[in-house]
Nanobody, 117 residues
């Protein structure tokens, strides 16, 4: 499985971005997926998770109500819609495949999101 994020960039506070994560392979729709981020000088932070069919989503308290995870299994693509962005959302964002029990085994290369105040 290969994962490739895109859609990052520079945005003003209050703005929106939509990240995409394109997956290779035919088993994408069989796996739960997650989004993570790493801010400068900080550790990796879990952001969101979505079940294989997209029917359930979960969010960190820091992004709840502002971010929405979704997926299109026909296109092998995972999305993260980010609204009302804050400077503290500045980070490299990664998508990852859940191999079970929230243990992630495949990661994308990351996409930079920078929110200016």
């Amino acid at each position: 499985v290969q994962l490739a994020e895109s859609g990052g960039g520079l945005v003003q506070a209050g703005g929106s971005l939509r990240l995409s994560c394109a997956a290779s392979g035919r088993s994408f729709g069989s796996h739960d997926m997650g989004w993570f981020r790493q801010a400068p000088g900080k550790g990796l932070e879990w952001v969101s998770a979505i079940t294989s069919g997209g029917g359930s989503t979960y969010y960190a308290d820091s992004v709840k109500g502002r971010f929405t995870a979704s997926r299109d299994n026909a296109k092998n693509t995972l999305y993260l819609q980010m609204n009302s962005l804050k400077p503290e959302d500045t980070a490299v964002y990664y998508c990852a495949k859940d191999r079970g029990s929230y243990s992630y085994d495949y990661w994308g290369q990351g996409t930079q999101v920078t929110v200016s105040s």
